[in-house]
């Protein structure tokens, strides 16, 4: 299995407060990638990277901000937590960009009340 | 524009008889194809995938997949189920040509129930 973490891995809080979540990987791969899954809406992509201080939006990247300090880590920040931000997170790494297969984290669920 | 179409929301079979998920895509060039399975509470795990060349091709724990060119299709099958095979199942194709951030296009997944 690839080596990826995410933490924490399961969260609760309350509307309008910062939270951030981490994604770890020990592949060295180049690109990451955060999706969030909805019931109905599949896997869509908030956010990716293609490098080290190298991000950009996905298609559902409103809300959310990301940063990429070191090749193994890509922070998601949800500056103000809102309901609609209630999902479950992943991460998602590869070694090229596109056509190339992206290996999955084991996800946050993300519960904001 | 690019799509992943599965057509069936739910499969049950019974353990030990064959499974055929299938897979419809909408893709303007040749397309990179997988399969990833997720059981509850975990991540998505990649089965198998097709970039090239023979249009059969295996993945883990017993699973293959067919590459239709003309039919649009890449189907996954397995000879005989597993109780532990009950999971939901997702196609993707990639990568998104017209974003270029490599994103992968899923479909809207299959859950998979298995009768003892």
């Known amino acids: 299995d690839a080596g990826i973490t995410q933490s924490p891995r399961h969260k609760v809080t309350e509307t309008g407060t910062p939270v951030t979540l981490r994604c770890h990987q020990t592949e060295n791969h180049r690109y990451m990638y955060w999706y969030r899954q909805d019931p109905g809406h599949g896997l869509r992509l908030i956010h990716y990277s293609y490098g080290v201080k190298d991000t950009d939006k996905g298609e559902v990247s409103d809300g959310y901000s990301v940063s990429r300090s070191k090749t193994e880590d890509f922070l998601l920040t949800l500056e103000s937590a809102t309901s609609s931000q209630t999902s479950v997170y992943f991460c998602?790494?590869?070694?090229?960009?596109?056509?190339?297969?992206?290996?999955f984290g084991p996800g946050t669920r993300l519960t904001v009340t | 524009a690019q799509s992943v179409t599965q057509p069936d929301i739910h499969i049950t079979v019974s353990e030990g008889a064959s499974l055929e998920l299938r897979c419809n895509y909408s893709?303007?060039?040749?397309?990179?194809l997988f399969w990833y399975v997720q059981s509850p509470g975990q991540g998505l795990q990649l089965l198998l995938k097709?970039?090239?060349?023979?249009?059969l091709v295996q993945g883990i724990k017993g699973f293959e997949a067919e590459f239709k060119r003309s039919q649009s299709s890449f189907n996954l099958r397995k000879p005989s189920v597993h109780w532990s095979d009950a999971a939901e199942y997702f196609c993707?194709?990639?990568?998104?040509?017209?974003?270029?951030?490599?994103?992968?296009?899923f479909g809207q997944g299959t859950t998979l129930q298995v009768k003892p």
């Open positions: 893709y303007g060039a040749t397309p990179y």
């Open positions: 097709y970039f090239s060349g023979d249009t």
């Open positions: 993707a194709v990639g990568p998104e040509v017209s974003s270029n951030t490599g994103k992968l296009i």
């Open positions: 998602a790494i590869s070694a090229e960009l596109g056509g190339v297969e992206q290996y």
